[in-house]
């Protein structure tokens, strides 16, 4: 094993006391010079990405409606003072943008179904080329990306929170002769009033799925009813009388009058 002697500047050898000295003068002048050399590139600015700054995206959770409109703010810690805070969704089809910090429920399927899309927002913005530049895909685009963001989940669905029944254009059903076969259909409206969205037109009447409505006779010895497909049924005048055409969804009703003769 070695061992390290410390000599005076005239070459002679130094006492052991203050050899120790000397070796403890050596580290904290080590000690402090690591500390001084640490992390030269303090982030002290907000637009560097690595200075901590929180966004939290703030707004509804759910939207139940057609066109129902969401709006969401963002929540930044510490406060920026860039003015160039931005909102997008993960889907701007069915949830485009209706105006800053809002958008639209566009393409809502029919509940219980749900569609989750995302919500972000950033501020410091920079453009960018995207990444596909270069890569012999296409021209390159110019995109924009946050040095900080946040972003949230939002579910879509329309939920139905009326019905309606038509016989089969009107909500009201003419007189049948007996043996004679009518139809009956069952609108949807959400809480905005909207039509089932889902459905795409007042014919449409897709063969599977969840139904709009169950439909019943309160007399079937007047009418009986089959389901055709998932918002219309077949009725069928038995003998003379009158009844009524009920639809039911979960808790919602409405009926209509046949008449038999």
């Given amino acids: ?58 707004g509804p959770d759910t939207l139940f409606s057609y066109e129902q409109l969401g709006t969401f703010t963002a929540q930044v810690v510490p406060a920026f003072s860039d003015t160039s805070l931005q909102f997008a969704s993960s889907d701007s089809i069915v949830f485009p943008a209706a105006g800053y910090a809002a958008f639209r429920s566009n393409a809502p399927p029919l509940w219980p179904a749900t569609r989750t899309v995302t919500v972000s927002g950033g501020v410091g913005g920079i453009d960018t080329l995207s990444p596909a530049a270069g890569g012999g895909n ?32 009107t909500h009201a059903c003419d007189t049948l002769s007996a043996g004679a076969v009518w139809s009956v259909w069952a609108d949807g409206f959400d809480a905005l009033h909207q039509l089932i969205v889902a459905l795409h037109s007042t014919a449409a009447n897709p063969a599977t799925g969840t139904p709009v409505a169950l439909f019943a006779s309160r007399d079937t010895t007047i009418a009986t009813v089959a389901p055709v497909g998932i918002r219309a049924a077949n009725v069928t005048a038995r003998e003379t009388g009158a009844t009524w055409i009920v639809a039911a969804r979960d808790s919602l009703l409405d009926s209509l009058r046949l008449v038999v003769k």
């Fill in 138 to 169: 296409g021209p390159a685009q110019l995109i924009t990306v946050w040095r900080h963001s946040g972003s949230k989940l939002v579910v879509l669905t329309q939920r139905v929170v009326s019905i309606q029944l038509r016989c089969p254009d």
């Fill in 1 to 58: 094993m070695s061992v390290v002697r410390f000599t005076s500047r005239l070459g002679t050898r130094l006492p052991r006391g203050a050899q120790r000295r000397r070796v403890t003068l050596l580290g904290a002048a080590v000690l402090i010079v690591a500390i001084a050399c640490g992390d030269p590139y303090l982030h002290t600015n907000p637009y560097d990405p690595v200075y901590p700054v929180s966004v939290t995206i703030l």
